[in-house]
T-cell receptor, first 116, second 112 residues
């Protein structure tokens, strides 16, 4: 059974800092990994999707890496801004057999606060 | 132009009532989902549909009945609501099961 762990659970940084959020998963037989952002009381916004054959993806100040063999992904945020404050979630398919790839397993998220 | 839209956004109701949540996606995706986010903010899959057919029912009580009249819609009907059903329900879609998931804004259900 796929399990996803995110560390740290919460992070508070001053504006302008570069930071790294960590995600680990137990079953490395995944098709992809997706990072989301959730603002309080809002839905999930997809940030980046990394396919299993890729090592990283970049979008603006965000860079996500994937080390499938070790079951790890990181989300790097450069030059953080107060508007980056949100909960960041990583998610992987529950497996790659049967209907497992229809199910995303989520971590519990990292609550990021960027202070002005 | 909202990609995945859910209605209502908020739903407050009494225990024992029956309620429905609607979801529509305009992305042309084949696969749709319902997820539940509990009070501890943990997101868990409830149902997956592909081309209007149920693929996954993640041991959800049969008081919950999803219905997909066409590929663009996946509605969730809940009978005999219980206090423990209070949560945020998210609809999502993807082109294929292994593709990127697009989520709706969520429906916050409060059962009193």
């Amino acid at each position: 059974k796929q399990e996803v762990t995110q560390i740290p659970a919460a992070l508070s940084v001053p504006e302008g800092e570069n930071l790294v959020l960590n995600c680990s998963f137990t079953d490395s037989a995944i098709y992809n990994l997706q990072w989301f952002r959730q603002d309080p009381g809002k839905g999930l916004t997809s940030l980046l999707l990394i396919q299993s054959s890729q090592r990283e993806q970049t979008s603006g100040r965000l860079n996500a890496s994937l080390d499938k063999s070790s079951g790890r992904s990181t989300l790097y945020i450069a030059a953080s801004q107060p508007g980056d404050s949100a909960t960041y979630l990583c998610a992987v398919p529950a497996g790659n057999s049967g209907g497992s790839n229809y199910k995303l397993t989520f971590g519990k998220g990292t609550l990021l606060t960027v202070n002005p | 132009d909202t990609a995945v839209s859910q209605t209502p956004k908020y739903l407050v109701t009494q225990m024992g009532n029956d309620k429905s949540i609607k979801c529509e996606q305009n992305l042309g995706h084949d696969t749709m989902y319902w997820y539940k986010q509990d009070s501890k903010k943990f997101l868990k899959i409830m149902f997956s549909y592909n081309n209007k057919e149920l693929i996954i029912n993640e041991t959800v009580p049969n008081r919950f009945s999803p219905k997909s009249p066409d590929k663009a819609h996946l509605n969730l009907h809940i009978n005999s609501l219980e206090l423990g059903d209070s949560a945020v329900y998210f609809c999502a879609s993807s082109q294929v099961p292994t593709g990127a998931k697009n989520f709706g804004a969520g429906t916050r259900l409060s059962v009193l």
